[in-house]
Every structure is written in structure tokens, then in C-alpha cells.
């Protein structure tokens, strides 16, 4: 039987998926011993603990986490957001999230959402993603934002570092994204039981075939949709953690002191650059852009001076 499993049956106060958690943030252990792995088999005679850390108050708490705001009203924030920082509060990330940086900045002038004192995120960023996201204030506002956002009624456009130049200087991908079939932390192109997505994407430089800027705009919108989609075509983003497997075949095309600073560089090289929506209440364009931040902006010259 399953650790998880077993534990969860045994206690019968707590759900599997609680004690899943529970595991995975290394909050149990076998004769002494911590274990991670929630389907790793119970051993015969061992002794299994497991330690249930107090609640957490429901309601994230206020903090001061410096934020560089681009636009704010009373109805919204328009914000960019650093590379880093975890836009909601989640097992593993319960504080110093951007939510928790929203609430003590907006502190009384926050009505709420659906009765609670708390900020409407109408979009994620991935934490290692920076750009530019507007956040509701009202629930009007959430709730119209989010309606743009489902029909697609905006612009938004994100800049990615990719292995590899793509045959063609601008398509379309469009494949289906689900969970990974083996590993359930991932997404991937699936053929059944995904959900459809479209992105198209536009080469907006090239250094040779080794590594390209492209500029992707998302006709829809899925989890780590641009990573999945850039890595199903063969050119993954720099950096990415989860979805560059190895190190890619057009490294080798670079200088190794630039080849090097691309593989050592610590998160995937994605930006959202552009965001332009109406207004939920004045319904006036707004449209912002986000520089590029000093960390791919050094990748970027450290092969321009590559290639003079």
C-alpha cells in the first residue's frame, strides 16, 4: 500500500491529498528517517509518523513586499510583477506572495471580493515568469477582467528566450495541453483529455540558428501553455526548469563562456511584455508594456557582443 494511503486510512481524520501535502513537504518519516515520496510502499514493522502542523488562518496576511505599480484605480492594479515571487499563496509558498504584497498596499482602499477583504487575480504569471498583470479591486471588475481574459477580448504578448531558431519566422501551434501522463508536476502536448490551445508565436531576433527572441501571443489560455508549446516544436525556453530535458543540440553553435551563462541562467527566459484591455468600468484602452528585466536583458547583450 501506497505511504499516503496507508497514513490517511490509519488516521482517518485527514483526506489523502492532506496527507499527500503533508508528505511532500517533508512533514513525515519512517523509523526517524523523513520520507517525500507519498507512493513509495509501506514497510512491514517500520513505525510511520506524521506531524500535522496548526491550521493557518484562511485569509492571507497583510506584508510589506516592495511592488513597482504601473496603474492604479479604484476599480484595479496594473503591476510588474519580478521574477520570483509567487502570485497567489499555495502549499509551499503561504506567504510573501504577491497577494500578501497587494493586500498591504492597498489596505483600506481594497472593497473585496465575494465578501472577503482580498485582492481578484484574474491571471497567474508562473514565479519565475516576470511582466506586467492587472489585479481587480472590485468584484465587478473581477468579474469583468476575467470575462476579457476568457474571451480572449485583450492583448497580450510575452517575449521568450528559445534554444534553437524555428523554421519558420512566425506560425501558429496548436495542440492540446493536459498533465503529463508519468509526471503529474508537468503539462505536455497530449492526444486525449487536454484541453485546446493555440499559440502563435513571431522570431523577433536571431543570433545564427543557436538561440532566438521570439515574441508569443496566446489565443488561449493554459497552464505553462508558451513553455509546453515552445518545447513540443523543439526550441524550449532558456532556463526552463522543467521543460528543457537536456541540454539542447545548438548550444554547441555558441561560444563556451556564453553557452555556459545560457545554461546556468537560474529560470525560464519568459516575459509578459504587453498587456492592453478596456477599462471594466470607464471602458477606456488601457495598454501597458514591461521593459525587459536586467537579468535576460544581460543574456540578451552578452550575445549581441557575441556576435559582432
Keep these: ?46 513505525l510511520y509518523r506524521l506531524h500535522v502542523p496548526p491550521p493557518t488562518p484562511a485569509t492571507p496576511q497583510a506584508q510589506d513586499i516592495p511592488l513597482t505599480i504601473m496603474f492604479e484605480d479604484s476599480d484595479l492594479i496594473v503591476l510588474d510583477k519580478p521574477a520570483g515571487l509567487v502570485v497567489h499563496p499555495a502549499p509551499g509558498n503561504l506567504d510573501g506572495t504577491l497577494v500578501n504584497a497587494l493586500l498591504a498596499h492597498a489596505g483600506d482602499d481594497l472593497p473585496g471580493i465575494g465578501g472577503e477583504k482580498r485582492p481578484g487575480i484574474v491571471h497567474r504569471l508562473d514565479k519565475d515568469t516576470s511582466g506586467v498583470m492587472v489585479v481587480a479591486k472590485t468584484d465587478r471588475a473581477h468579474r469583468t477582467l476575467s470575462e476579457a481574459f476568457a474571451a480572449r477580448d485583450l492583448e ?8 534553437g531558431l524555428p523554421a519558420e519566422m512566425q506560425g501558429e501551434v496548436s495542440a492540446s495541453i493536459g498533465r503529463h501522463p508519468v509526471d503529474r508536476k508537468r503539462m505536455a502536448v497530449v492526444e486525449r483529455g487536454g484541453k485546446a490551445a493555440t499559440t502563435r508565436y513571431q ?68 516575459h509578459a511584455a504587453t498587456l492592453g484591455f478596456r477599462h471594466p468600468v470607464t471602458k477606456q484602452p488601457l495598454s501597458f508594456e514591461s521593459p525587459v528585466p536586467a537579468d535576460l536583458t544581460s543574456l540578451l547583450t552578452l550575445l549581441d557582443g557575441n556576435s559582432q
Design 156 to 163: 497580450r504578448a510575452y517575449l521568450a528566450l528559445v534554444w
Design 1 to 46: 500500500m501506497r505511504a499516503d494511503r496507508f497514513l490517511a486510512d490509519a488516521i482517518g481524520s485527514l483526506s489523502r491529498s492532506r496527507v499527500k501535502a503533508l508528505i511532500e513537504a517533508g512533514q513525515a518519516s519512517r523509523d526517524g528517517v523523513l520520507i517525500k515520496d507519498p507512493s513509495e510502499s509501506v514497510r512491514a514493522g517500520s
Design 203 to 270: 522570431v523577433k531576433r536571431a543570433w545564427g540558428t543557436a538561440v532566438a527572441l521570439v515574441e508569443c501571443r496566446l489565443l488561449t489560455g493554459r497552464t505553462h501553455q508558451i513553455r509546453v508549446h515552445m518545447a513540443h516544436i523543439g526550441h524550449p525556453l532558456v532556463g526552463d526548469p522543467v521543460y528543457l530535458r537536456r541540454t539542447p543540440a545548438s548550444a554547441r553553435l555558441l561560444p563556451p563562456a556564453t553557452r555556459d551563462a545560457l545554461l546556468a541562467f537560474p529560470r525560464q527566459a519568459l
